[in-house]
């Protein structure tokens, strides 16, 4: 069963970072290529950024470009989100997902950016 | 930036077909996703590459594309399938994805 936990949410002041994590497990983790999709409150959803199989090629959202990257280790089976200069509007749930259009998704985890 | 246009809401009777249309310049040329998403859950896929159906989506759940625009029909509607249903797919280059706005869809 394909299974993928995101944790590292939480709240955190503008200007500040967090990094997020995803556990994935039932699957051959390397290779997929593997995506952060997140949800304002009352919003739709926002594809946020992508990563290869290898790592190799990364794509994100303009609106987080300079400021988000996203990462794997495929020895741990694991995807992250490193959100730096966090601002209110990346206030979200964050969800992890495998596949350029996922095919499965996480819980999600809630970032908050308040002061 | 790239869009994916899609109305806001639909309404319908139980039984009765919900048809939800999304378009985007790119379509042609991308295949098109969709996801249905319940009130304090996950997405959920139900279809995939514009008409492929994954294992576990009811045969009510259909997916068509005409030029620019994908269709999600849902047949025979049931009072469960009321959520919001997401289309979502790629832009020219392949490499950056994009989400509908949504469509709220209303069993009357």
């Known amino acids: 069963e394909v299974q993928l936990v995101e944790s590292g949410g939480g709240l955190v002041q503008p200007g500040g970072s967090l990094r997020l994590s995803c556990a994935a497990s039932g699957f051959t983790f390397r290779n997929y290529w593997m995506t952060w999709v997140r949800q304002a409150p009352g919003k739709g959803l926002e594809w946020v950024a992508n990563?290869?199989?290898?790592?190799?090629?990364?794509y994100n959202v303009d609106s987080v470009k300079g400021r988000f990257t996203i990462s794997r280790d495929n020895a741990k089976s694991s995807l992250f989100l490193q959100m730096n200069s966090l601002r209110s509007e990346d206030t979200a749930v964050y969800y992890c997902?495998?596949?350029?259009?996922?095919?499965?998704w996480g819980q999600g985890t809630l970032v908050t950016v308040s002061s | 930036s790239y869009e994916l246009t899609q109305p806001p809401s639909v309404s319908v009777s139980p039984g009765q077909t919900a048809r939800i249309a999304c378009s985007g310049d790119?379509?042609?040329?991308?295949?098109a996703f969709w996801y249905q998403q319940k009130p304090g859950q996950a997405p959920v896929l139900v279809i995939y590459?514009?008409?492929e159906r994954p294992s576990g989506i009811p045969e009510r759940f259909s997916g068509s594309s005409s030029g620019t625009t994908v269709t999600l029909t849902i047949s025979g509607v049931q009072p469960e399938d009321e959520a919001e249903y997401y289309c979502q797919s790629a832009d020219s280059s392949g490499h950056h994805f994009v989400f509908g706005g949504g469509t709220k869809v209303t069993v009357l």
């Open positions: 590459q514009d008409t």
């Open positions: 790119a379509l042609p040329g991308q295949h």
């Open positions: 990563i290869n199989q290898d790592g190799s090629e990364q």
């Open positions: 997902a495998r596949d350029g259009s996922p095919d499965y």
